[in-house]
């Protein structure tokens, strides 16, 4: 069955350190994998994506993410968190073959202390 | 370009009435996905709309919930009638190509309260 796994459900981190969000995913075929970010009130936002090729993909906010295929990995990372990150995050996996559909994850809460 | 559109952004309703949400996508966006996210729970997947057409009613809960989207452009989504269980934020998504899922662009959407 095809499935998104985000263990972290809350995540809290002091301003200015490093941030790692894991993602693990279970998927027939060869996956496109996204994080999005909501904030409060907002929409989901495309933090950055992965279709093929590089396995580490750059996004918006200074956020990276790595894929791994032999992990069925594709966590988040940013190397200096700032408080306007706070926000709940998504990984999702999706692919031409399910029609443009997306399976979620449950969300990572992240709050980051002063 | 106006981004995908969603109302009422909050709505409270009792439990056994009607509620109609309402999406309206980029313009030109053929796609339309409606999601739903109930607490503590993972985004799932409802329905895709091709134009007018539904490709996909997989995630569709139970025959209280009622999708349209007349002329291609706007889509409802009815409750009818409303469960507690129905509780939850619905966003709507749309694209213009199947073929690049990062052409997704999602709304704030509604959250649901049914008491």
């Known amino acids: 069955a095809q499935s998104v796994t985000q263990p972290d459900i809350h995540i809290t981190v002091s301003e200015g350190a490093s941030l790692e969000l894991r993602c693990n995913y279970s998927?027939?075929?060869?996956?496109?994998l996204f994080w999005y970010v909501q904030s409060p009130g907002q929409g989901l936002q495309l933090l950055l994506k992965?279709?093929?090729?590089?396995?580490l993909v750059q996004g918006i906010k200074g956020f990276e993410a790595e894929f791994k295929r032999s992990q069925s990995s594709f966590n988040l990372r940013k190397p200096s968190v700032h408080w306007s990150d706070a926000a709940e995050y998504f990984c999702?996996?999706?692919?031409?073959?399910?029609?443009?559909?997306?399976?979620f994850g449950q969300g990572t809460e992240l709050s980051v202390k002063p | 370009e106006a981004g995908v559109t969603q109302f009422p952004s909050h709505s409270v309703i009792e439990k056994g009435q009607t509620v109609t949400l309402r999406c309206d996508p980029i313009?030109?966006?053929?796609?339309l996905y409606w999601y739903r996210r109930v607490m503590g729970k993972e985004i799932k997947f409802l329905l895709h709309?091709?134009?007018?057409?539904?490709?996909?009613e997989s995630g569709m809960p139970n025959n209280r919930f009622l999708a349209e989207r007349t002329g291609g452009t706007y889509s409802t989504l009815k409750v009818q009638p409303a469960e507690l269980e129905d509780s939850g934020v619905y966003f709507c998504a749309s694209s213009r190509n199947i073929r690049d899922p990062d052409g997704y662009t999602f709304g704030s959407g509604t959250r649901l309260t049914v008491v």
């Open positions: 709309f091709v134009k007018e057409s539904k490709q996909d």
């Open positions: 999702a996996v999706g692919g031409y073959n399910q029609g443009g559909k997306l399976i």
């Open positions: 313009s030109g966006h053929d796609n």
């Open positions: 992965y279709f093929s090729g590089d396995t």
């Open positions: 998927y027939g075929a060869t996956p496109y």
